[in-house]
């Protein structure tokens, strides 16, 4: 069996978590928002944020069917009237789990919420041995007809277990071969793809990835972001990743800064499929001036 992500392995105990602590009151000093620089002139607007957030899988337990600190974000994002997005790890629907199912269901855009959850493979496997074949990942690597199957069956999962299939996907380590790149081409209802490198010539819209949310995996500095994104603020979108089953207290907290100067700064908050609706649609409305 492939070993267990990174990002998942540095969780507590899954089965028996429960609810992270709740962040801090107030920090232990007063937190001042930088001042913004300048806009470039012409900068184009609006300007938006999608938040992807990684390794979401269901736990056994009804009344907290995901880990605490994926309900925490999930309950300070709606409680902010803003949108994020949850890559979905499909593995998790083989045992039936409908508590988790109920808690995608009541949370997703297409039933009114503010989440997109996308998918994050079947196993989100990684550096492991296919065929005896070193792997780089799940969708890098192994051969067709092993990532057409999980390509396959993480879909079919999603659509059986929650009633609505994914629009996105982002692969384990944000890897995608061309052998991925042609299993992304033979599923059109993929409209969007986080983070594939050029080379995969993935056909979806593929986002890109800067400035970073985290400037190591798992870790997140309001201070680290500030510099980052103070000199990229003129981009059209920023597309941050984030794993926040491996944030701490401190950590969700200048998550929570971050999000303010994000709002500070004018950013619209969407979902990656929303994001490429309006790029189809301002494509359209671009097509048909043309056309006058």
């Not at 007063?30 to 979401?56: A, E, G, Q, S, Y």
Request: aromatic residues 12%.
């Amino acid at each position: 069996a492939p070993a267990l992500p990174a990002a998942l392995a540095a969780l507590p105990a899954l089965a028996d978590a429960k609810p992270a602590s709740p962040p801090p009151a107030a920090p232990a000093g007063p937190f001042v928002m930088p001042v913004l620089p300048p806009l470039p002139p012409n900068t184009p607007t609006p300007r938006h944020v999608i938040l992807k957030f990684d390794d979401l899988k269901g736990l056994k337990n009804p009344k907290a069917p995901v880990h605490g600190r994926f309900q925490r974000l999930a309950d300070f994002i709606a409680a902010k009237g803003l949108k994020a997005s949850f890559g979905v790890i499909a593995n998790t629907f083989e045992e039936p789990n409908e508590a988790f199912c109920d808690w995608l269901r009541t949370r997703a855009i297409e039933n009114g919420g503010r989440f997109e959850f996308w998918f994050h493979g079947y196993d989100h496997a990684m550096n492991m041995t296919v065929g005896g074949t070193p792997c780089k990942a799940e969708f890098s690597g192994p051969d067709y007809a092993y990532q057409s199957e999980h390509f396959r069956k993480g879909c079919e999962l999603m659509r059986k277990s929650v009633g609505f299939p994914f629009r996105t996907f982002g692969a384990a380590g944000n890897a995608v071969d061309a052998t991925g790149a042609r299993v992304l081409s033979e599923n059109p209802e993929i409209k969007v793809c986080f983070f594939a490198p050029a080379q995969s010539a993935c056909p979806q819209l593929v986002l890109n990835r800067s400035p970073e949310l985290e400037y190591a995996v798992g870790k997140v500095s309001f201070d680290a972001f500030w510099k980052s994104y103070s000199a990229k603020r003129a981009q059209p979108y920023v597309a941050l990743q984030g794993h926040p089953g491996m944030w701490s207290d401190e950590m969700f907290l200048d998550f929570q800064h971050i999000v303010e100067l994000l709002l500070a700064d004018g950013r619209a908050f969407v979902t990656p499929y929303e994001y490429y609706q309006l790029k189809q649609a301002a494509q359209a409305d671009e097509t048909g001036r043309a056309g006058k």
